[in-house]
């Protein structure tokens, strides 16, 4: 069984996330090795939401990380901070607006767009499907790999979004929204293909039926066990989402953990869960929508 | 009567609200639209327009059309403008009238010198409510408005989020300043500057501070403190930042104090008021100066907001970029 770290950070300073991401990796018993060249770290970024809005991680809190990083690790590596661009995101606007621009300058770190990195084409198959998937170089040739994502709602039916899906914004093809039909596979298959040697979740602000301050950081070596603990937090049944359980069945982590630090139930508590309104209100308006009403009716 | 017959240039957010709304005017007919993009120009058929045209320049050589709606970026502004005025249509131009002084001007010549009508679309003039408001201020109720606040906050360009509500890409021109003119205090600005020179006169002098949350180029929030003709101290407050819209006037009179608010409705009662009139109410002032641009142009009449006005807001807005106040 692997092990996740629940840390709460009393206030969002850049101290107080360094020693919460202490914490939190101490609790797994996780130490950095020593001697890597590169270490890539994959935030959450959505549009040009920023993170107040509990959509995209802090990058005071990937600022937090780097300190901590140039702290244990004496090689000195470079960090290189990545991300994709999306059906209605361009990075360069991203890095710009969300704050990552100013943090790299500040920190004397890279920004790539993986959708302009060099890319090779790799076959990974997810149970009896086949997938041909670009790999962008800097996640290849990178020593450590470092996933910080966020818990949310996500629109689609895949539910919830923690740690697997964000490695859906490394797939450097910018018009993911098309390989929307096939989420789960392709999620699955991504990871397979970029296999991250570390997850930490940015909690500070969660994106629930509302953003809400939550103070959580978590930490595992594990993607599928911390998406289990993320789902469970938000009040949502791990074995209702397809993603996690194909990707423990493919052997990307485990679906059982043992909780480190403060208790689950604690932020399960506090999390803003959808309500019974808010579920029959999605409902509607997806089914507005489906129904191509939405512009007619002057809600789209 | 002979109908009047409208084009439409430009079918981005604000066109296809003129698209929808010129459908149902009255002594009016939507002929045509022009849009670089394909699917724009088919869902303008769909809606019964005979002539799409992914050109503007052909839309403004058509000889059926007496007047041209412009919804194009800013950029293109003076030049659309200009033109439209040289083939003799009518304008109604968006807001901002353009991005400086400069251009605002060229466009006033032009139309001036073809003698063509030129409105400016600013559709709080035609709301209901801040209409009744300006009846309140000139018949005294309030007393002399000492203070005002006018407030334009919304997402902007960058759209926020919504529940189960995918987001849609943002338009380049808007990341780029010489594009746009600047941020949200050219953008909405313009808005709350001539609401309150319609309330209380010209403005005599203007300071704004400006914040960059985002670090854009340009502003992505603004406060001006502007003094007007009345003695009424504004303050102007637009932004770029919020996942709620909202644009509210308050103001504190010797008399009395009011406050007024434009939001967005839920969409149920959207949903309620599409289906019973056609047209959301919180739209209803679109569909007002639209309404107000054709009967100035059957009946030979100036309309207002004229050339004129657009140039004034803008003349303030340079002001307050130029007298920014740094605060530590």
Known sequence: MSLVSFVKVAQQNHDEFKQSIIDSLNLIGYSFPKNVRSIVIK??????????????????????????????????PNIIIVEADASAMKCSHAFRLLGYEKM?????????????????????????????????????????????????????????????????????????????????EI???????????????????????????????????????????????????????????????????????IAKGMSLGYFKERYPKKDVRTKLMARAYGLVVRMKLGKRLGIE | MRKLRL????????????????????????????????????????????????????????????????????????????????????????????????????????????????????????????????????????????????TNISSGPFFHRMQDYAPTPVPEWWF???????????DLGSHMINLLRWYFGEITDIKSHLSYRFNLDFEDSATCLAKFESGTLGIISVGWFSEVSNVQVELFGTNQQTRIQHRAPNSLLTAVQMLTMGRSKFYESHFNELQYFVKCLMKDRPPSPSGQDGLRDLEAITRAYKNEIRLG
């Not at chain 1, 809190?61 to 690790?73: C, K, N, S, T, Y």
């Not at chain 1, 300058?105 to 086949?130: F, H, I, P, R």
């Not at chain 2, 007919?29 to 052909?58: C, H, I, P």
């Not at chain 2, 780029?176 to 050219?186: A, C, D, F, S």
């Open chain 1, 43 to 76: 935030p959450n970024m959505c549009y040009y939401w920023d993170y107040s809005t509990g959509q995209t991680t802090d990058p005071k809190f990937v600022a937090a990380l780097i300190d901590v990083i140039r702290g244990e690790v004496q090689s000195k």
């Open chain 1, 187 to 257: 999620i699955v298959a991504l990871n397979k293909a970029m296999r991250f040697d570390l997850c930490l979740i940015d909690g500070n602000i969660v994106s629930g039926i509302q953003p809400r301050r939550l103070g959580l950081v978590m930490a595992s070596t594990d993607p599928v066990a911390i998406d289990v603990a993320a789902t469970k937090i938000a009040g949502v049944n791990p074995k209702k989402i397809k993603y996690i359980q194909l990707a423990a069945k493919e052997g990307l982590g485990n679906t059982f953990f």
């Open chain 2, 176 to 186: 780029n300043k010489e594009l746009t003119g600047g941020g949200p205090l050219i």
């Open chain 2, 7 to 150: 084009g439409i240039i430009g079918l981005g957010y604000i066109g296809n609200v003129h698209l929808r709304h010129s459908l149902k005017l009255n002594n009016a007919s939507l002929v045509a639209v022009s849009d670089m993009s394909k699917r724009a120009l088919k869902n303008a058929r769909n809606a019964g327009v005979k002539k799409t045209f992914d050109n503007y320049e052909q839309l403004l050589k058509d000889p059926e059309i007496d007047a041209v709606i412009i919804a194009l970026p800013t950029h293109l502004h003076l030049q659309c403008a200009r033109l439209a005025a040289e083939e003799r249509k009518h304008i109604f131009l968006e807001k901002p009238m353009a991005r400086t002084v400069q251009e605002s001007q060229e466009i006033i010549s032009a139309a001036e010198r073809n003698c063509v009508k030129l409105m400016i679309g600013y559709q709080f003039r035609f709301n209901p409510t801040f209409r009744n408001l300006k009846e309140r201020i000139n018949a005294g109720t309030l007393g002399d408005v000492e203070i005002a606040y006018a």
């Open chain 1, 104 to 184: 790299a300058k500040k920190y004397d770190v890279k920004l790539v767009n993986l959708t302009e990195d060099k890319s090779d084409l790799v076959k990974v198959t997810v149970g009896d499907q086949s997938f041909h998937l670009m790999v962008p170089r800097t996640i290849q040739n990178a020593d450590l790999k470092i996933n910080v994502a966020k818990i949310k709602y996500a629109m689609e039916k895949i539910k919830i979004t923690c740690a697997l899906k964000n490695i859906f914004g490394c797939n450097p093809y910018p018009k993911k929204s098309r390989c929307h039909s096939r989420l789960d």
